[in-house]
């Protein structure tokens, strides 16, 4: 890792790419956050995060967020209102619990990439893609500074 939170240009960049393809089969759209540290529980930085993010400004509200918070070895997966109705709280600890096995093996990047996978899934489902779709979010890692 290239810092307390973040990770190599390389790994960034499968990140993004994962992200991309994953977008590709659907209206939802999918960001990654680093943090530094907790502030106020991570499920309240989550959301805080989700909201500057404007993540809960899109047309059919189905963003996702993958809050991570590498330092406290923590982490949360928020999906907007339209995705949650879709799947329930099984779902998401289900993806947690992928991100988890590779986490666990220190593959943090793979980790995060295999919990994208995961969501591109139910969002292909849930969310197909459709002609007039527009790219609602940038794909862009967010870090706090």
Request: aromatic share 10%.
């Amino acid at each position: 890792m290239s810092t307390v939170y973040f990770l190599s240009e390389k790994e960034d960049n499968a990140i993004l790419n994962a992200i991309a393809e994953a977008e590709k089969g659907t209206s939802g759209e999918i960001r990654v956050h680093f943090a530094k540290k907790i502030s106020n529980g991570i499920f309240n930085d989550a959301k805080k995060t989700f909201e500057s993010l404007k993540m809960h400004q899109t047309e059919l509200r189905n963003g996702v967020l993958i809050y991570m918070v590498l330092s406290e070895k923590q982490f949360y997966i928020l999906g907007d209102q339209g995705i949650h109705q879709c799947t329930g709280e099984v779902f998401w600890q289900s993806c947690k619990d992928i991100m988890q096995e590779e986490f666990a093996k220190g593959n943090i990047s793979q980790g995060i990439i295999k919990g994208i996978e995961a969501v591109k899934d139910i969002l292909k489902k849930e969310f197909p893609y459709s002609y007039d779709d527009k790219n609602e979010l940038s794909n862009e890692i967010s870090k706090d500074h």
